[in-house]
């Protein structure tokens, strides 16, 4: 029976060792032993170095991707330093292509004399502690800009939210006085004025949208049959570029989502592939289902689960990466020149619209890998999506009768809007809050054919309000007014009663029609 020797007995051991060892001599780095997980670790057995390059034989690297500095390798520091030491900023890239993330420490040998004889060099796997403290930091970095973000959000929603008022009552007194003008140039400057109060009303919805002022109404609807809808839109828009659509989710794409928010999402998303390839490209609308096990590393927060998936891409120039984080920060844009300037409200509002459904958005790379795809997860929902009705024809209206009580705090709104509702025929009572609005309503009751209200006032809202007049009686007739859109909150109000709803700022004539509907 053969006798193993104390060499071999060391080297097998050192071969059975599930950490890498590398062993040279010293000074001059001559190498005398490598083990299997060495081998493994680096996709090589034992190289021919050059005495001081390791980096090249052994394709060592930082963490992003430049050689290892020589000076800075566990041999070379061991001999100087005198000491056991530690890198964990080693990456080895493999001739198979793939890489793996190391932590090496370099212990010397000192001989009888004191001197060094030899450097130990044992490397760890740390590929998915490195791959998990990315994450990590990823995770991080898209908390700080969600919660960056929000903050913007919070005041970009409450200066929209007053500016809108502001341009109701722009909007409102413009139309008053082009009712009672007969000269043809003050009538096309008080046409250009509801033109430019409409255009600054779209800014604001906008902000408003990206600010996730309120709950979207939520009610389940078809993705796929949102572009679908808009489709014709986008091809008489999109002259000289090659447009692809691909509706492959199962079951239209089925969300919990507000129909128009939707759209605006979709609409935006292809407007800003549309500038991306300036008139001359490919631009590909696409849904598809997908099923997430791990939460997503996204703009937005999404889990495990199914998920539709919009995809609108295009082979435009691409977002540079330095600018990837920027992106859906209101105000910001690189679409500075030309008729098509941006506002850099778009994806901005993307952005709070998607986070509002429950949702992500994730930016890569465009068609052939030239471009940009921006990807937006959805929750999806087995319920059947509803088939969107076609709007019934407005109602002719006709000349208003009767005291109306009109409700609101902003003096400048309330008296704009007494006079619109005034010249419709009507007469106006006002009142600046939901408190003296119940009083009022309460002694004159017999009177007031219908209430006029604001859903956002301090102290007694929108909604406290209602509920006080409908105390007193439970047939009153009233208008709902808001400077957000229909949603969740707006359709409650709706639900308990309220006859009819208007976003600010609109037209004398759906305030007309909205009256004439309420108090029919």
Known sequence: MAVRSDHDIIQGLGDDLPVGIWIARAPGGEQIYVNHAFSQIMGTGLQDAAVGNYATPYRIHTRDGEPYPEHRMPFVRAIVEKRVVMSDDITIHRADGTCVDVRAFGRPVFGDDGAITHVVVA?????REVEAERARAESEKRLQLAQRLEAVGTLAGGIAHDFNNLLYGIKLIAAELAANETDPGRKDALALIDDLTDRSAALTRSLLGFARRGKHRAAPVGLSDV???????????????????????????????????????VMNLVGNARDAVAGAGRIAIRTRDAELGVPLAAFGRVGEGEYV??????????????????????????NTKGPRRGTGLGLATVYGIVEQHGGAIEIDRGIDGRGTTMRVYLP?????????????????????????????DDDIVRRALTLSIERLGYRALQASCGTDAVELFRTRRAEIRGVVLDMVMPGMNGRATYLGLREIDPDVRAVLLSGYALNEEVQEILDLGVRAFLPKPHSSDQLAEALARAFA
Do not use: K, N
């Open 123 to 127: 490397f760890f796997d740390i590929t």
């Open 227 to 265: 572009i679908a809808t808009i489709a014709p839109l986008f091809r008489r828009t999109a002259a000289g570029i090659e447009l692809e659509i691909d509706l492959a989710a199962r079951d239209r794409g089925t969300v919990i989502g507000d129909p128009g928010q939707l759209e605006q999402v």
């Open 309 to 334: 998936v919009l995809e609108v891409a295009d082979d435009g120039p691409g977002i540079p990466d330095e600018l990837r984080e920027r992106v859906f920060e209101p105000y910001f844009t690189t």
């Open 380 to 408: 999806r929902t087995s319920r059947p999506s509803e088939v969107v009705q076609d709007r019934a024809r407005r109602p002719q209206v006709t000349a208003g009768a009767g005291l109306v009580l009109v409700v609101d």
